[in-house]
């Protein structure tokens, strides 16, 4: 059963990738119909879709047709072609198009008129990812704190890291003089360093700065270099329940939790936070805050609590079960389980152990009645069961944790902010494709069909402001990519429309249609090594590794 629900799972996945990609393949087709109507070029068709024409209708001298293959569609203008065809070929295949004035002809326009129209199909996936963009921002999107900023949670030993002086805790200001913000930024500069040394400006949490130097290098099997350092994993408050020691202590939601009882801000003593505030009822804890970019200490008290040990809650679903501190009761739950109901009272959706918390702060029973649903699956019926499991104590403040911040923008607000995203995201993407031409990164690191159908899927499983980024970041790439000077794409048509306007006269056919080869060659070379790297990133995630290391 598992099988087939995973097979489903990947059509599902693949049938909603299809659709992405023919919307936004369509948008940019869009942008070349537009473009050429304007400019009175003959367009025989507009279709939305490949292959044989299934229906349609023809207004005016241009039909307009739904295809059978559904991934993208595709213009036709009289004079222009995307595969090398002789003059031989193209008049056998539409002899009605041989007396199409000169005039009308795409090959017959001047060479702004050409260069209009094949820049606009990339134009047109430009301004349509700023929408996109402004609409990520409004809804939010949930992102790892790890990933907003450039403090260092662990050192490995031996590393280039540990070699040149850098310490856990740490947050790393410029690298080589220029600022850097986000860890993905950090990441990119130390991938891209081509092994030479990096000179990196620290500060730690009293403010005090050191400047290092470091030489990345290459791990075994990596194609990347590293200096043998992670992200520091903070948590923010998500959460806080009301009339607990939290709630009384002063922390706001949105606090960045940096460390307790004054310890070095590192993955190790985070990793202890929880456990750390459950052993400590009845006494002081420090918390270490970052609050509008400025770090509060604040004293806080866990209180003893009775709840259920080993099992956390997403409202009123069951998240995690540990099944190393959980009760042996408890392992009946699992994860996307629901809870209705505790001792007979209807649960609460917003936060079952919460409410739980104050139920027991009332009662002096020592275990708890939890109904539960676990719902259908592709053969199963919806299951409802009740579940009796032990109390126990332990201290608490009454706060959620999470890894993850959203920030939601309003509209004005999200517009303005959507220039520097917007423009962020050009300058990544360039920024990228310049690093795999220059060989800073290597081609392994290329995404075909597969990956990029992958992360579509794993963005929208996180929601729809990661996935509209997501479709943003396509839109985005399919655009500059088309922008390379290759025959066959939008870059390639426009190289030749300048060739040719220096030499004043077309390019000879039997030179067009070589390098209408070439080019063909090349993309399908690109395309044969990024599915390739696509396969080996599959194989690894069937043998348990991740899809994109």
């Excluded at 047109?124 to 990520?136: E, G, I, S």
Aim: proline fraction near 6%; charge should be neutral; aromatic fraction near 8%.
């Amino acid at each position: 059963m598992s099988h087939i629900s995973t097979a489903f799972d990947f059509l599902i996945g693949a049938g909603r990738f299809i659709i992405l990609l023919g919307v936004l393949v369509f948008v940019h087709e869009m942008g070349h119909f537009i473009a050429a109507k304007l400019c009175n070029v003959y367009v025989v068709r507009l279709s939305l879709g490949f292959g044989k024409r299934l229906f349609g209708w023809k207004r005016g001298e241009t039909d307009y047709c739904v295809s059978a293959i559904p991934l993208g569609g595709y213009v036709r203008m009289v004079g222009q072609e995307d595969l090398p065809k002789t003059q031989e070929e193209r008049e056998q295949a539409e002899p009605e198009l041989r007396d199409i004035p000169p005039g009308r002809r795409y090959d017959s326009q001047p060479t702004r008129v050409k260069l209009a129209i094949s820049f606009a199909g990339p134009l047109m996936n430009l301004l349509f990812a700023f929408p996109v963009l402004w609409v990520v921002l409004m809804v939010g999107v949930s992102s790892p704190i790890y990933m907003l900023h450039t403090r260092i949670g662990s050192v490995a030993k031996d590393s280039p890291a540990e070699q040149a002086g850098i310490k856990p805790g740490q947050r790393v200001l410029t690298i080589n003089g220029a600022p850097v913000e986000k860890f993905e930024d950090l990441q990119l500069k130390v991938w891209t360093s081509r092994d030479k040394p990096l000179t990196m400006e620290l500060d730690n949490l009293a403010g005090e700065k050191t400047v290092v130097t470091v030489r990345p290098a290459r791990l075994e099997g990596s194609s990347r270099a590293t200096i043998g350092i992670e992200p520091f994993y903070a948590l923010a408050v998500d959460r806080i329940t009301p009339n607990m020691p939290a709630a009384r202590s002063g922390l706001k939601k949105g606090d960045w939790i940096l460390g307790y009882n004054h310890k070095t801000p590192d993955n190790e003593n985070m990793s202890k936070l929880i456990e750390t505030v459950n052993g400590s009822a009845g006494r002081p804890l420090v918390l270490t805050a970052l609050r509008d970019g400025k770090t509060v200490d604040i004293t806080v008290t866990p209180e003893k609590v009775k709840t259920i040990r080993g099992v956390a809650f997403d409202g009123n679903i069951i998240a995690y079960v540990d099944k190393e501190h959980a009760s042996p009761a408890a392992l009946a739950l699992k994860p996307g389980d629901s809870v209705t109901a505790i001792d007979g009272e209807p649960a609460p959706e917003s936060d079952v152990e919460d409410w739980l918390v104050q139920k027991a702060r009332s009662s002096s029973a020592d275990t708890a009645k939890l109904t539960v649903e676990r719902s259908a699956g592709l053969f199963r019926k919806p299951e409802v069961m009740n579940v009796g499991i032990p109390l126990s104590e332990k201290g608490m403040i009454g706060v959620t944790f999470s890894g993850n911040v959203t920030e939601i923008l309003p509209p004005a607000k999200a517009f303005v902010g959507t220039f520097g995203a917007y423009g962020d995201m050009i300058v990544l993407t360039v920024e990228s494709i310049y690093y795999l031409a220059a060989r800073k990164l290597s081609m392994g690191e290329m995404s075909g069909p597969i990956g990029i159908a992958v992360m579509a899927e794993q963005s929208f499983r996180m929601g729809v402001g990661f996935y509209l980024k997501m479709v943003a970041i396509i839109t985005i790439n399919l655009a500059i990519v088309n922008l390379f000077p290759i025959p066959v794409l939008d870059g390639g048509m426009i190289m030749i429309a300048l060739v040719e306007a220096v030499r004043r006269k077309p390019l000879d056919e039997k030179y067009l249609i070589l390098l209408q080869r070439m080019g063909l060659a090349l993309v399908l070379l690109l395309v044969l090594v990024a599915t390739y790297n696509d396969i080996l990133r599959t194989i690894n995630w069937m043998l348990g590794g991740g899809f994109m290391e």
